[in-house]
Each structure stands twice: as C-alpha cells, then as structure tokens.
C-alpha cells in the first residue's frame, strides 16, 4: 500500500498546478504602448550610431532642473546622383533645459542652426497622460507639433494623436492572456488626404519576445528578441513593403558587461554597426560607434563622450 502514495501526491501536484495555469481573464495585465511594441528590438537592432566626434554635458542645478549642452562635429550626407555618398564636414551645438517631477517633464533643445525642439509629458490622472511634441525651423513648411493623449486601463491602453497636416490617429492595445496581446491603429491626414489602419500583435514570456505589426501603408513588421540571460540579447527583424517590394531582415545582440555595454547588427544589405558605451568612472562615458557599408563604400567611425556632473550614473545592469 505504500507504493501507492508517491503516484497519488504526484497527481495531486499535477491537478493543481492545471488550475494555477488557468488563465483568470478578470486579472490580465496592462499591455505596453502600441508605439512600443517593438521596444526590446530596438535597443539591439536601432542604436543611436554616430559619426565623427560628439560631447555631451550635463549639469544638475537641483533636484527637478538641470543643463545639457552637446558638440556634434562630423560630415553630414547632401542628395546625389551618383553611387558613392558625398558629404561636407559640418559642426553643431546644441543647448538643452530638462524639468523633471513626478508628474510633469519638460525638455527643450535649441540648436545653432536655429532648430528649436520641445517635449511635454503631464499625468493629468494615474490613468491619463497628456504627451506634446514640437518642432520648429526656420524652413518654411517644416516645423510640426503632435499632441498624444493615452489613456491607461486595467488591461488595455487607448490612445488619440493629433497633429500637423490635420493628422488625426487612434491606437488600442488589450491583453488577450497574460502573454499574449493585440491591438490596432487607425489615422487620416488631412493635406494628402490619406488613411490606413494597421494591426499588431505581441506575445512575451521571461525569455523571449516575438512582436508582429502589419499597416494597409503595405508595412509588415516582424521581430523577435531571445533573452540569453539577464546580460546578454539577441535579436532578429523582418520588415517587407507589399507595394514596393522592398525587404529587409537584420540580426543583432544587446551584451551587457559590468563596466560597459556593446549593442550592433548586421542586416541583409550587408551594412553593419556597433555602438560601445564604456563607464569609464562616475558619471563619465566614452561612445565608440562604427558602422561598415561595403556595397555603398559607406564608412562611419564616431568617437563620443558624456559628462554628467552632480549627478548619479545610472547602472547599466
């Protein structure tokens, strides 16, 4: 009779953890921003490559106010006709001013070529946060403002964007399980009297994501990031356009090590990239970034460096 007591509690077990598998559809979990639903991808495949020689420095007066100023100097591309890209050395200062409160952030950057851009963030509720966005150039035609006003629910999100050129968007994500969610978006533009609406799915475990976005624009958006352990990602991208034909599918790895962060890619184009981040000490941080193009004889090399003073570095692990 003792042989038939392991079976038994093994059954129990077996019976128990089916019922805490069951997906308790009352209790899902809030789904992240349609706008990001690619967002692991990102920081493996869509790096913030750089060439030439960049400084940033950033100066805390108080808690909630700080100072940046950034020196951009390295060639900027101009429109040609022939294969080869011709570019004309260029320099850049840009001057910033960052408000940050729990429940208001403002951000401003003004550059020397007379380019001014603003951002606004305010959480008007613990479920409502009102997003501003502009630009403004002396260009004519060119400057542009969106204003987004997400709305946060138990599990799902709602969005509404208005902006330049009578652009009006909508977005809803809802969580179908607590892996898995889905969504849409719909938008007009006004001045070229276009519509479309896309469609968007997302599934996540603790290691993987896989993310699919497809639009009537003929965009179809696919990635898939594999979390190799707490440091260490690798990810892939497909992105086709029905109307143009055109693909495009990339690789990439996000390596986290204890004093630095090495992000790159190569995609089907044959152009790759890297980009280093090394803390050198507190609030100290040396950029190393290249990226190789051999069918265009494209070669960018950036070497940066960020200061932050009075404040403290974030880790990052």
């Known amino acids: 009779m ?8 093994a059954a129990q077990v077996d019976a128990k953890s089916k019922v805490d598998e069951k997906v308790d559809y009352s209790n899902l979990p ?17 790096s913030d490559n ?10 805390a007066l108080n808690q909630k106010f700080s100072l940046s100023h950034s020196v951009m100097m390295g060639p900027t591309e101009v429109p040609s006709q022939s294969s080869e890209t011709i570019k004309i050395p260029t320099a850049h200062y840009e ?6 409160d729990p429940k208001l952030l403002l951000i401003g950057r003004v550059m020397t070529d007379g380019r001014l851009n603003a951002r606004v963030k305010a959480d008007i509720t613990d479920k409502l946060v009102v997003k501003a966005n502009a630009q403004l150039t002396n260009e004519p035609h060119s400057s542009q403002a969106m204003f987004n006003f997400d709305y946060m629910g138990k599990d799902y999100r709602a969005q509404l964007q208005l902006g330049h050129s009578a652009l009006v968007g909508a977005t809803y994500i809802q969580s179908v399980t607590p892996r898995l969610s889905l969504g849409g978006e719909v938008f007009w533009a006004g001045v070229p009297r276009k519509s479309g609406i896309g469609y968007a799915a997302r599934y996540e475990t603790d290691k993987m994501v896989a993310s699919a976005q497809v639009a009537s624009t003929g965009a179809i958006v696919m990635n898939y990031v594999q979390k190799i352990s707490e440091k260490v990602s ?3 991208d497909f992105m086709y356009n029905y109307f143009s034909r055109d693909v495009t599918a990339s690789v990439g790895y996000d390596y986290i090590l204890r004093q630095s962060r090495v992000r790159g890619k190569i995609d089907s184009n044959g152009v790759t990239s890297a980009l280093l981040e090394e803390r050198l000490s507190m609030g100290l941080n040396f950029l190393l970034s290249a990226e190789l193009d051999h069918k265009k004889k494209d070669y960018k090399f950036g ?15």
């Open 50 to 59: 750089f060439e030439g020689l960049r400084f940033d420095f950033s100066k």
């Open 303 to 317: 070497f940066g460096l960020t200061i932050a003073a009075a404040v403290s570095a974030s880790g990052f692990g």
């Open 95 to 100: 001057f910033g001013a960052n408000y940050y």
């Open 30 to 46: 809030c789904p992240v921003p349609y706008e990001e639903l690619h967002r692991e991808a990102f920081m493996s495949l869509k």
């Open 2 to 9: 003792a042989d038939l007591f392991p079976p038994l509690a």
């Open 234 to 236: 690798l990810a892939t």
